[in-house]
């Protein structure tokens, strides 16, 4: 009789342990289910859909990029073009960055341009896109006309941003390309010296250049750097922004303190069509987006809107 007791509590212990392996596996599966899906149920969640579109340019190349349209908000909505670094991707931009979200929140459509080679021609470098003699600027053009053509845009607010090569690509988009945008948003990326005398836009566009001031990789001084495909030169963020002012004739121009941002911010104004001209300058910060660019750019956008995109 002494064997009895044991083995029955040996078998209720077994049993237990058993259902408590199922529910515990139930449980993971769960959980691992959920945790395989949590990009998508945050985008459903913001109300916004992601789609990925081909476009053919006029050189005859398919190129593609990555759209993103909210639900709501107005019903003229604001457009954001978003160009990435060199040896980055449209894809991982989406991730490294607020465009996302705040596009939920103002109701604005948003575009990540797919590079080539993940790399653009911005006039300027020897980049694989340069030499392959790819027109990003046509590109541009093309997914310009087949959103609008798709969706009602609000032509008085319509940006182009990009990063480092992605931003000497936005300063020429501005160069070439300001009858159809109303702002573009350079993010560490100052003009081309090889660009700056040429540059003659259509009308004035304002401009949004942000550069940290202790960027080792594009110089927020100015000068020659290292890059994909050998670099280039540029000017200094403050003469960008400078040349800028002056291509749009602003008039007037004053500096002024972000610090909950860690930021100088200089600002030209009364420029020819209400264009406005800004430069923040990141205090101590290097080479990469502000972890708030989405929300900087939506905000230019909104107060200060362009005469309407052609």
């Keep these: 009789m002494t064997d009895g007791p044991p083995r029955y509590t040996r078998s209720v212990l077994v049993l237990v342990l058993v259902l408590v392996g199922v529910l515990a596996s139930l449980l993971f599966a769960g959980c691992g289910s959920a ?11 913001l109300g916004v859909s992601a789609t990925h579109v081909t476009v053919m340019t006029p050189e005859g190349r398919e190129r593609s990029y990555v759209l993103y349209v909210p639900t709501g908000g107005p019903r003229r909505k604001p457009l954001v073009l978003v160009f990435h670094g060199a040896e980055g991707t449209a894809e991982q931009t989406t991730q490294e960055t607020d465009f996302v979200q705040v596009a939920a929140q103002s109701g604005s459509v948003v575009a990540f341009l797919q590079g080539y080679e993940d ?18 600027v046509a590109f541009t053009s093309a997914v310009l ?10 032509r008085t ?3 182009a941003t990009g990063f480092s090569n992605g931003a000497l690509l936005t300063e020429l988009l501005g160069c ?3 009858s159809r945008l109303t702002l573009v948003a350079p993010v560490a990326g100052p003009l081309p010296v090889s660009v700056s005398p040429s540059c003659r836009p259509a009308r004035p566009i304002s401009v949004l250049e ?4 202790a960027d080792q990789s594009i110089p927020y001084g100015g000068g020659p750097f ?3 495909g050998g670099g280039t030169t540029v000017l200094s963020a403050p003469a960008t922004a400078a040349r800028w002012a002056s291509l749009d004739r602003c008039t007037r121009h004053g500096q002024t303190a972000d610090r909950a941002q860690a930021t100088i911010v200089t600002t030209y104004s009364a420029c020819r069509a209400h264009a406005v001209v800004q430069l923040r300058s990141l205090q101590g910060a290097g080479h990469g987006w502000p972890s708030n660019v989405g929300e ?15």
């Design 35 to 45: 945790a395989q899906l949590p990009r998508a149920h945050a985008k459903a969640a």
């Design 119 to 136: 790399t653009w021609n911005e006039g300027a470098g020897h980049t694989p896109a340069e030499v392959a003699h790819v027109d990003d």
């Design 145 to 154: 006309s087949q959103i609008e053509a798709r969706y009602p845009i609000d």
């Design 157 to 159: 607010r319509v940006a």
């Design 176 to 178: 070439r390309l300001a």
């Design 210 to 213: 942000m550069h940290g001031t």
């Design 226 to 228: 290292p890059g994909v």
């Design 296 to 310: 900087l750019v939506a905000g230019f956008l909104q107060q200060h809107p362009g005469a309407p995109a052609a």
